[in-house]
């Protein structure tokens, strides 16, 4: 079992900067595919971002390639995601998960465990 945290959201202005964490708890959380999706209003959970249980694989929606970047720090327990250059359509709520098959996969359906978001608005 993992109970995932966010925090870090907040109100930026385009262009701006947030970092948003996710603090794990359970003693397997290093072996777990991490990621983010997010969720505007009226519309489907979206993939962002997924890292591998070593980080050493990571894999980013089109969207955001090369404005995001995902990390993890298993000594920690914490996922990372730092978003730059931030545009107003990436408001949304911001939700970690965790996926105990070791495949990274774009689909809400295939992680296990999930946060209860982060706000995240870009004002224009």
């Known amino acids: 079992q993992v109970q995932l945290v966010e925090s870090g959201g907040g109100l930026v202005q385009a262009g701006g900067s947030l970092r948003l964490s996710c603090a794990a708890s359970?003693?397997?959380?290093?072996?777990?595919?991490m990621g983010w999706f997010r969720q505007a209003p009226g519309k489907e959970r979206e993939f962002v971002a997924a890292?591998?249980?070593?980080?050493?694989?990571?894999y980013y929606q089109d969207s955001v390639k090369g404005r995001f970047t995902i990390s993890r720090d298993n000594a920690k327990n914490t996922l990372f995601l730092q978003m730059n250059s931030l545009k107003p359509e990436d408001t949304a709520v911001y939700y970690c998960?965790?996926?105990?098959?070791?495949?990274?996969?774009?689909?809400?359906?295939?992680?296990?465990?999930w946060g209860q978001g982060t706000q995240v608005t870009v004002s224009s």
């Open positions: 998960a965790a996926r105990r098959q070791g495949i990274i996969m774009v689909h809400a359906s295939s992680y296990d465990y």
């Open positions: 890292i591998s249980w070593s980080g050493g694989t990571t």
């Open positions: 359970g003693r397997t959380y290093s072996r777990y595919v």
